[in-house]
């Protein structure tokens, strides 16, 4: 399998600095998406930090054990990445007032063949579109999330609820972080967007399948993307995060190479 990635990050309409922070590391298939918060300019160091650690850390990892790493190997690399970046961030809060409670959402992608594994903490996504149906595969960690689970909020309720972006997980705000991790099977055709909430928020999960659904290379709808998330306000950063599965040059036929297909 090919995988192609195309990462893009917009301010937004109403943020002066941008607090969203992405990362490819297109040799070892990882993709490392964050989200941060905190006062001054605390959201843009600690989303940084999480990004520029866990894809050095983990894409050095990838690369010395190549392809021989079984995804349940990648998973606990993943976990001790994670946590050595919540660690660093959590330790800059305390050791700087103006970071103090810094912390970041996270998304963290590693490909392996035919197989994704996927941590993520916080209400950062990662959405799949398989067949022309777009699915959320993640599961935001917010109290939203946990009001929908009890049945307290409807979906249709949780579009206008005013407490969408109160996260119950993130780096970098405790010692210990829980990370969340699922493996998943992936199939040719495969699209794959990890998104901050700048654009869950600002844009629909039916718009958005449209969007990806649609004729264009990656980056012509990512950036799509972040131009509808501005249209209807902007008011956070926007970040998009996508990858598409395709088949290997030598799988297909000769003629298919021929013509570019």
């Known amino acids: 399998m090919i995988y192609k990635f195309c990462a893009k990050t917009d301010t937004g309409r109403a943020r002066s600095n ?3 922070s992405v990362a490819v590391e297109e040799s070892t298939r990882l993709a490392v998406l964050a989200d941060g918060m905190g006062g001054y300019n605390a959201g843009e160091v600690a989303s940084g930090m999480a990004t520029a650690f866990i894809k050095l850390e983990l894409s050095r990892w990838l690369n010395e054990v190549g392809d021989t790493a079984r995804p349940k190997e990648v998973r606990r ?5 994670v946590d050595s970046a919540n660690l660093s961030i959590f330790n800059a ?3 700087n007032a ?3 409670g810094m912390g970041t959402t996270l ?3 590693v490909f392996r063949d035919d197989t994704l ?4 903490v916080g209400d950062s996504r990662c959405y799949r579109m398989r067949a022309g149906k777009l699915e959320q595969i993640s599961r935001d960690h917010s109290l939203l999330q ?7 909020v409807t979906p249709e309720q949780a579009l206008y609820s005013n407490i969408r972006n109160l996260v119950t997980r993130a780096l970098g705000v405790e010692e210990v972080v829980m990370l969340e991790v699922n493996e998943y099977p992936v199939e040719l055709g495969d699209i794959y967007l990890m998104c901050s909430d700048g654009l869950s928020d600002m ?5 958005i399948a449209k969007i990806v659904r649609a004729d264009g290379s990656l980056e012509h709808k990512a950036q799509m993307l972040i131009d509808l998330a501005n249209d209807n306000g902007g008011r956070d950063n926007i970040s998009v995060l996508m990858v598409e599965v395709h088949e290997a040059a030598e799988k297909r036929g000769l003629i298919a190479r021929l013509l570019g297909k």
Do not use: K, T
């Open 146 to 152: 946990e009001q929908m689970d009890a049945g307290l």
């Open 77 to 81: 690399a993943m976990e001790i990445c």
């Open 18 to 20: 941008n607090e969203d």
């Open 107 to 109: 998304v963290v992608a």
């Open 98 to 100: 103006h970071y103090s």
């Open 117 to 120: 594994v996927l941590g993520h």
């Open 203 to 207: 844009v629909q999960d039916p718009a």
């Open 93 to 95: 809060a305390n050791a």
